[in-house]
């Protein structure tokens, strides 16, 4: 059982409803919510698959419970005319305790304690807001309306015709309810989302090497500096609340800025004393009042703490668009990244989150050409002038770089860039929707909601791009350790996955497998694991654990999945397998896990082993696609076939009672039915085809 899917894996659907109906049986048989409701639980499931940025189905925390109780069921969940209300909170609460009784829920998301507490918060309002029209979606508004007036929509043609009289006006309907829908659909946007690029895990050295780091930074001494130079008891400003030109002389002098003091009029003309002003005010650092300035009392221990100054001036930066790159007022704009700024910045910094190769300035700089080209439909003006344009936003976006070097957040350096650059070279002009290849994610995200441009010269300007990386060397670009670390806090809040080595090391086995499987490449995972068994008490002890949870996974793939990255994670990964293959429980998973690894003959298979790996086989075919795609898969062989192999897994010793059971009843039931099916359909089409024959041999 995978718990992350691609947005558009057709398997995500067969998977939930197959997650679904195990829990409302688990719930039933446990008392553990016995109204619990499939199909409310396979709508929760389908919003953290589609209604969020991550689709991690495991990982639920507080927000997550009231995006799913009070926005996500009201939209999406259709209650018609007569029906009872689905207990939306109780089936909530059914799937979070079965995740967490069967290890699979993510142990990054809250504990079970703090979810069962935000659904009990949220459950008071989940009526009042499924009863809410307001509240509901435009798709089930239009169901509810329909069926209102005795539409049955279950019934296309019937609808059609409800949908051709709702378009003449015939139709009556709570006209103030779909506006505010359709006016809230607008602003908040549709319940589906937009599923973020995942990121790779990423290493960083303990807080207080991090804290050392961000006190060595000038940038940091600088706006502790200002706020100091404020005080409690302020300064005089100028009538355009600026420092006065005799303070911000001394300001030049004390903080050691670097502005050029000579034949300076006004503190306008001294760019770095401006910015440090607007940096500390946008990081509340220092505020405005009547004409002075005064030193914030409640960011003293902000100030005292150089990792959380360092901090709260990166999140301030973001919102210094006017000081850097609008002119001396801070308005006009100086080139086209002024009006794109809080678009592109996050995506670059997001693009350089976790690249294992520093990011060459030509590859950058084209990436954010793009989305110039998409934004301003540069394509209308003469080349000379589009190049202008862009040396402007290149001039820029420089001097975002080089103060995000000062803040300590980047590192720039010469070299060649690496050859998967050249391989992701952009050499094909966009065509339609389509985005070029290669494109850095972030920016690929943004550019996917812009309207394609045609731009015959884009292969010439990749051609260019490919020789300018491969002839010598460039400007390099990574992200520090101050700088992940802040990327990553900023990933996370916006509900982002974003590992880090390290994060797992109290987690549970389970959950450990769980992400190392979904999240990590080989060589993190190696590296999680090894600090999650330094953290127990013994390497064996730890080990022990780890089988343990695969021994006890109730789903056949996951088990598989869990067993083969841990093989992987371990350097006597493939020792271990061949050891578990007299393990009376694991056998099954480590033999299949063999076989897929190519590290296993079936020559080399006792006859017990070969009839535990045929009913793995179909044991796995059940998890994942449920009883009809194991139905159609073994009569594709023939009926004969079909028994003689269920028939091999039902006298295995395979340790699965219960999905032996259910392939007991498959060949009882449903696989006689389906083979007496296809019989008669052949039959049928066998006389169809002889009396086509005989026809056309009389016409002869």
């Known amino acids: 059982m995978r718990m992350l899917f691609e947005p558009e894996d057709e398997e995500f659907d067969a998977a939930a409803e197959m997650l679904a109906s195990r829990v409302e049986e688990w719930a039933r048989e446990h008392g553990e919510g016995a109204d619990a409701d499939a199909f409310v639980v396979q709508s929760a499931l389908d919003y953290r698959h589609r209604g969020t940025v991550d689709g ?10 009231e995006g799913v109780l009070l926005d996500w069921l009201p939209r999406t969940l259709t209650v018609l005319p007569g029906q009872p209300l689905p207990d939306g909170p109780g089936s909530l609460l059914a799937l979070l305790r079965y995740f967490d009784a069967f290890g699979l829920a993510d142990p990054r998301g809250d504990g079970l304690t703090a979810l069962e507490s935000a659904v009990s918060s949220a459950s008071g309002e989940f009526g009042a807001r499924m009863a809410d029209r307001t509240r509901w979606g435009p798709a089930k508004f239009w169901a509810v309306t329909a069926a209102e007036q005795g539409v049955d929509i279950m019934n296309q043609a019937a609808m059609a015709r409800f949908a051709e009289r709702a378009r003449r006006g015939e139709v009556p309907y709570d006209r103030e309810a779909l506006d505010a829908i359709m006016t809230r659909h607008m602003t908040a946007g549709p319940a589906q989302g937009e599923r973020a690029e995942p990121q790779l895990p990423v290493t960083l050295p303990e807080e207080d090497v991090l804290r050392e ?6 940038l940091i001494g600088q706006l502790a500096g200002l706020a100091g130079w404020a005080g409690s008891e302020g300064r005089d400003l100028t009538k355009t609340d600026r420092p006065r030109l005799a303070d911000a002389r001394d300001l030049v002098r004390v903080l050691d800025t670097g502005d050029p003091v000579e034949q300076v009029r006004t503190s306008a003309e001294l760019p770095r004393v401006n910015l ?16 002075r300035v005064y030193a914030v009392a409640k960011a003293r221990p902000v100030l005292a703490d150089p990792l959380a100054l360092w901090e709260r001036a990166f999140e301030a930066f973001f919102e210094l668009r006017g000081p850097l790159l609008g002119g001396p007022d801070g308005y006009d704009a100086t080139s086209m990244l002024f009006d794109v700024y809080q678009d592109v910045l996050p995506d670059i910094l997001n693009t350089l989150y976790s690249l294992p190769y ?9 990436s954010v050409h793009l989305a110039y080209r998409m934004s301003f439909t540069l394509g209308e003006a003469p080349e000379r002038e589009q190049r202008a344009w862009l040396l402007d936003a290149d001039h820029d976006l420089r001097h975002v770089l080089d103060v995000l070097e000062r803040l300590g ?3 720039r350096e010469q070299g060649m860039a690496d050859p998967v650059f050249l391989d992701t070279a952009l050499d094909e002009p966009p065509a339609g929707p389509q985005l070029p290849t290669g494109m850095p994610a972030e920016l690929a995200q943004l550019l996917g909601s812009l309207p394609a441009v045609p731009d015959p010269s884009a292969t010439a300007r990749a051609k260019e791009l490919r020789a300018e990386l491969a002839s010598s060397p460039v400007e390099l670009i990574r992200l520090t350790d101050l700088g992940t670390r802040a990327v990553r806090r900023r990933l996370i809040a916006q509900g982002r996955s974003a590992p880090l080595v390290g994060e797992l090391t109290h987690a549970p086995a389970a959950g450990l497998l769980g992400v190392l499987a979904q999240e990590y490449d080989p060589e993190h995972a190696e590296a999680e694991l090894a600090a999650w068994t330094a953290a127990h008490d013994s390497p064996g002890h730890a080990r022990r654990l780890l089988l343990e949870a695969v021994r006890t996974t109730p789903f056949r793939t996951r088990a598989a999945a869990l067993l083969d990255t841990l093989a992987t994670a371990l350097p006597d990964g493939t020792e271990l397998l061949r050891s578990l293959r007299g393990d009376p429980d694991l056998a099954p998973t480590a033999l299949t896990v063999l076989s897929q690894r190519g590290a296993l003959d079936h020559e080399d298979l006792t006859d017990t082993e070969a009839a535990l790996m045929v009913a793995e086989s179909l044991l796995q075919l059940l998890d994942l696609g449920g009883e009809q795609a194991l139905l159609e898969a073994l009569l594709v062989q023939g009926r004969a076939e079909a028994e003689t192999a269920i028939g091999a897994a039902l006298a295995s010793a395979h340790p699965d009672r219960a999905g032996l059971e259910a392939l007991r009843h498959l060949a009882d039931g449903p696989l006689r039915a389906k083979a007496a099916q296809l019989v008669r359909q052949n039959a049928t089409g066998t006389r169809a085809r002889r009396s086509t024959t005989k026809k056309r041999k009389r016409r002869r």
């Open 276 to 291: 440090l002003f607007a940096w500390a005010k946008q990081a509340r650092l220092i505020r405005v009042a009547k004409g």
């Open 56 to 65: 991690r189905l495991g990982l639920w925390r507080a927000a997550h419970v």
């Open 409 to 411: 957040a980047i590192t």
């Open 358 to 366: 520093p990011m060459p300035w030509p590859r950058l700089r084209d």
């Open 213 to 218: 780091r961000a006190a060595a930074v000038p």
